[in-house]
């Protein structure tokens, strides 16, 4: 439903903001895009109206469930 699961993240919003405005308001890019990749206006459309999604606090990840990132120690 979104780019890394099922809540929206910095990375939905940030392409988001890249690709509404190819996507709903330049014709050209709009054009192929609904050519090529239908389902990247249905992602935009989907993404810009979130009234219908509901805000919990369940769901996120502790940061214990996370991975140590690359070049850090383990801990």
Known sequence: MFLAG???GRG??????QLSQLV????????AAARVAPR???WVNHLEDLHWLE???SGWLD????GAR???AAG
């Not at 939905?12 to 903001?17: P, R, T």
């Not at 709903?24 to 054009?31: E, G, M, N, S, V």
């Not at 940061?63 to 996370?66: A, G, H, I, S, Y």
């Open 55 to 57: 805000v919990t606090e």
């Open 63 to 66: 940061r214990k469930q996370v």
């Open 6 to 8: 099922a809540r929206p």
């Open 12 to 17: 939905d919003f940030g392409v988001f903001g």
């Open 70 to 72: 690359p070049g850090s």
């Open 24 to 31: 709903l308001f330049d014709p050209t890019p709009a054009a």
């Open 40 to 42: 990247v206006g249905a």
